[in-house]
């Protein structure tokens, strides 16, 4: 069964530090993988998406992820944080083909900057 | 840009009330869903819509549920009888074809009482 692991439930990092938020997946073919953010009381904004070529994708914001086949990952990197990224992240999967098209996510990773 | 609306934003119901949830996908859009939240846990697939039928659905979409897409615009979610543990925020979300990323509204975040 597909699924998305995201290990970390909380991160603290300084404003100006690098970030990376971990996800993993478990699917049997070739998956599509997002990463979503929600601010507080907000919905789902789509920050990336991998779909097929490049590993390394880029986002809105400044934000990038690398999807690694080998390892199962899809980890969402920023090189500087900046106060306005606090808010929960999530991962998803969803089925490649098909008309379908639901999404599995992830548990969130909630993210506070400090000053 | 085209953005996925849903109303209300927030609603409060009694237990064993019916409510409706309505979203307006994106007018171009081919493929709808609800998702939901509960409070503090993950966001969960309900239901899938395309071609005026359902295309699929999880555990969670019970005889209590029901979608419909009334007229050309709107895409609702019908809980008939709510429960206090359907309490959560629910997502409307669209997209134009296969293989494309889905497009979520701002929620509407319901509150069984």
């Known amino acids: 069964a597909q699924s998305v692991t995201q290990p970390d439930i909380h991160i603290t990092v300084s404003e100006g530090a690098s970030l990376e938020l971990r996800c993993n997946y478990s699917?049997?073919?070739?998956?599509?993988l997002f990463w979503y953010v929600q601010s507080p009381g907000q919905g789902l904004q789509l920050l990336l998406k991998y779909f097929s070529g490049d590993t390394l994708v880029q986002g809105i914001k400044g934000f990038e992820a690398e999807f690694k086949r080998s390892q199962s990952s899809f980890n969402l990197r920023k090189p500087s944080v900046h106060w306005s990224d606090a808010a929960e992240y999530f991962c998803?999967?969803?089925?490649?083909?098909?008309?379908?098209?639901?999404?599995?996510f992830g548990k969130g990773t909630k993210l506070s900057v400090k000053p | 840009e085209p953005e996925v609306t849903q109303t209300p934003s927030h609603q409060v119901t009694q237990m064993g009330q019916e409510v409706i949830l309505r979203c307006v996908p994106i007018s171009n859009h081919l493929y709808f869903y609800w998702y939901r939240q509960i409070l503090g846990q993950k966001v969960e697939f309900l239901v899938s819509?395309?071609?005026?039928?359902?295309?699929?659905k999880s555990e969670i979409f019970d005889d209590q549920f029901s979608v419909e897409r009334p007229d050309g615009s709107n895409f609702t979610l019908k809980i008939r009888s709510t429960k206090l543990e359907d309490s959560a925020m629910y997502f409307c979300?669209?997209?134009?074809?296969?293989?494309?990323?889905?497009?979520f509204g701002q929620g509407t975040r319901l509150t069984v009482v």
């Open positions: 979300a669209s997209r134009n074809r296969p293989n494309t990323e889905a497009f």
């Open positions: 819509f395309y071609n005026n039928e359902i295309s699929e």
């Open positions: 699917y049997g073919a070739t998956p599509y």
């Open positions: 998803a999967v969803g089925a490649t083909g098909g008309s379908q098209g639901n999404l599995i």
